[in-house]
């Protein structure tokens, strides 16, 4: 099970890259992004109707972390496509309060978890055979309200609680972000802390956009929970560039015959020559 769950995440982040490659308004992404995960779900329903857990572990895993993963992406660009529907057009103003306040409603539906939101937080474990085993099945039952997997034998119920919590999160993480990108808008360099002589990126795009995917890929910001547009639209405030379709970038990078890392092994190979040449001058 663990073996095609990894296999089926590859392939639904795979075809979002190639989603946001090609679609730049977040209406148009939210819609492929919605239709993608559909057709996972249903393969994943296809083979949960096929095949066996070798243990409770396994099925305790699989309704707690490998399908609320899954799941929670259909739930969050459903409420994404929604959200972005409803933004005002105006005011910057207008604007900030719009998305403040769908923050507070969000934070507000968290009191609705109540007991089992803390023990999901908490990381506890006690009750898991009861939350994440088809054969305890409780009454409690939140699929059925949002059309996800009312058939018991796909669902334990609290697998579809857990998914709205993780939705949640990223729509209060995405939330924050348009407010912080609006904020930014009105804020001058001097306000944004940046040095008097500013640095201004010399090299090529391609180089800094493979740059941005390798520090992306290396969890370096936030503890990995950075995605590649934020860190391009940092990179292109910090060094006054404009990067474009980063995705697009990327595509052309990652089809490349010399492969995807020609920067960076540049890189490498000057940080080594320089670093064995002052070697040599300490040892001298």
């Known amino acids: 099970m663990k073996d095609f769950m990894t296999s089926l995440n590859a392939a639904w982040d795979f075809e979002l ?26 393969g994943l329903r296809a083979h949960l109707l096929k095949a066996e857990f070798k243990d409770k572990e396994e099925e305790i895993w699989f309704f707690k972390e490998a399908k609320p993963h899954l799941l929670s992406k259909l739930i969050y660009y459903d409420k994404l496509y929604h959200l972005e529907l409803r933004r005002p057009i105006g005011r910057e103003k207008l604007v ?45 039952n939140d699929c059925e309200a949002h059309g996800f997997d009312s058939d018991p034998n796909l669902s334990t ?47 090529s795009k391609t180089g800094l956009v493979e740059l941005i995917y390798g520090l992306a890929q290396a969890e370096v910001f936030n503890h990995g929970k950075t995605d ?21 970038t990327f595509e052309k990078i990652r089809m490349r015959e010399c492969g995807p890392t020609t920067f960076l092994d540049n890189m490498k190979v000057k940080l080594v020559d320089y670093t064995d040449k002052f070697n040599e001058y300490r040892v001298g």
């Open 96 to 140: 900030r309060k719009y998305l403040e306040n769908e923050i507070l409603h969000l934070e507000r539906s968290y009191e609705v978890y109540s007991d089992f939101y803390l023990y999901f937080r908490m990381g506890q474990t006690s009750n898991d055979e009861q939350y994440f085993m088809r054969s305890k099945l409780s009454n409690y």
């Open 157 to 203: 119920g609290y697998d579809c609680k857990v998914a709205q919590i993780l939705a949640q999160d990223m729509l209060v993480s995405y939330l924050n972000k348009e407010i912080y990108k609006l904020k930014e808008r009105s804020a001058s360099s001097h306000d944004l802390g940046y040095p008097h002589h500013r640095l201004e990126w010399t090299g």
């Open 228 to 248: 590649y547009k934020e860190i391009a639209q940092y990179f292109e405030k910090a060094f006054n560039i404009s990067l474009g379709n980063i995705y697009k």
């Open 17 to 42: 890259q190639e989603i946001q490659a090609t679609e730049e308004h977040i209406v148009k992404v939210c819609e492929a992004a919605l239709t993608i995960t559909r057709k996972a779900l249903a």
